[in-house]
């Protein structure tokens, strides 16, 4: 059965530094989004995005956060300039559509040191 | 915020028993999904159940949906060690698709 992929599964980084997580949504899916969660916590929704643009975002998703499908299969999420807060796992999922399922990848567990 | 909430937050039960989850939510929804995490792993989609629908069934997994009391159940029956795991609801609103997840319910099946 066709899965969501994140990589990669650990990232260290130094406060302040930028970051880049990655994603290969299934193949034939259009909706794509990240989620984080703060360990111990809810899973929280920061993003949604459809042809090619930001469909919807909470609070949680500030200007250090960006997202983006750079070549048609990696979808993207960049923290500019990390905190020590945005520890925690990052989730990425895609949809057929708006209203199907939504399948997450594994997760990758960043770290601000 | 439409988000969910479970309840209990930890249930533990003996292999074979049953175990029912709740969730409450806030505001009118689309749909409510259930998802199910293992320790440091990703979600997992259990079922979806849309607004105009009651009850679900997949495998030993049940799921009832009262949108009068803004309220859903997710009833594994028969249950096995490998159903250790936490389990969330997730709802999302008409019109816009990012969705809500609840805290969630530990659920220990002690063999």
């Known amino acids: 059965e066709p899965e969501v992929t994140q990589t990669p599964s650990h990232q260290v980084t130094q406060m302040g530094q930028e970051v880049i997580l990655r994603c290969v949504p299934i193949?034939?899916?259009?909706?794509f989004y990240w989620y984080r969660q703060i360990l111990g916590q809810k899973v929280e929704f920061l993003v949604s995005?459809?042809?090619?643009?930001?469909?919807?975002k909470s609070e949680i998703f500030d200007d250090q956060f960006s997202v983006e499908r750079p070549d048609g299969s990696n979808f993207t999420l960049k923290i500019r300039s990390t905190k020590l807060e945005d520890s925690a796992m990052y989730f990425c999922?895609?949809?057929?559509?708006?209203?199907?399922?939504?399948?997450f990848g594994d997760g990758t567990r960043l770290s601000i040191l | 915020s439409q988000q969910g909430e479970e309840d209990p937050q930890a249930l533990s039960i003996q292999e074979g028993e049953n175990a029912t989850m709740n969730c409450s939510y806030k505001?009118?929804?689309?749909?409510l999904q259930w998802y199910r995490q293992n320790s440091g792993r990703g979600l997992v989609h259990l079922i979806l159940i849309r607004s105009n629908e009651r009850e679900k069934h997949s495998g030993r997994l049940r799921v009832t949906l009262d949108t009068s009391k803004k309220s859903s159940s997710l009833l594994i029956t028969a249950s096995r060690a490998a159903d250790t795991a936490s389990y969330f609801c997730a709802t999302d609103a008409y019109n816009n698709n990012d969705m809500r997840f609840g805290a969630g319910t530990r659920l220990t099946v002690k063999p």
């Open positions: 193949s034939n899916h259009l909706y």
């Open positions: 999922a895609s949809a057929g559509t708006g209203e199907q399922p939504q399948h």
């Open positions: 505001t009118s929804i689309n749909n």
């Open positions: 995005f459809y042809n090619n643009e930001i469909s919807e």
